[in-house]
């Protein structure tokens, strides 16, 4: 089992989770982060530290954000590894509550 960061991510990426991970598997896009499946060591440490409750065990993820899971999966192969916590966007705060984000899924690097 592998954890999958969801839509409650888009807009906000929080960092508290790459923080806390102790094996690097987050990825980074320009406005989400994702899970790489194959490095992620099922430790749950980024659970609790999601602000935005964003991150889910595999077989948990609520069925509204099952696409997430391969999309994680997807974009990990494609973004870079982030492996230190890093200021979000300027304007987070605003996008904690709001539902339905998938469609301002920046699908770039942020390279």
């Given at each position: 089992?592998?954890?999958?960061?969801?839509?409650?991510?888009?807009?906000?990426?929080?960092?508290?989770?790459?923080?806390?991970?102790?094996?690097d598997c987050f990825r980074e896009g320009k406005n989400f982060l994702v899970i790489d499946p194959d490095e992620c060591i099922d430790c749950n440490l980024c659970v609790p530290s999601c602000p935005v409750e964003a991150i889910y065990p595999e077989d948990e993820v609520p069925e509204k954000f099952e696409s997430y899971i391969e999309?994680?999966?997807?974009?990990?192969k494609e973004w870079p590894v982030i492996d230190h916590k890093k200021?979000?966007?300027?304007?987070?705060d605003e996008w904690t509550e709001v539902a339905r984000k998938r469609k301002l899924l920046d699908l770039d690097s942020p390279n």
């Open positions: 089992m592998t954890f999958v960061v969801t839509e409650p991510c888009i807009k906000c990426k929080y960092t508290d989770c790459v923080e806390v991970c102790p094996v999309l994680n999966a997807t974009l990990a200021d979000p966007p300027e304007d987070a």
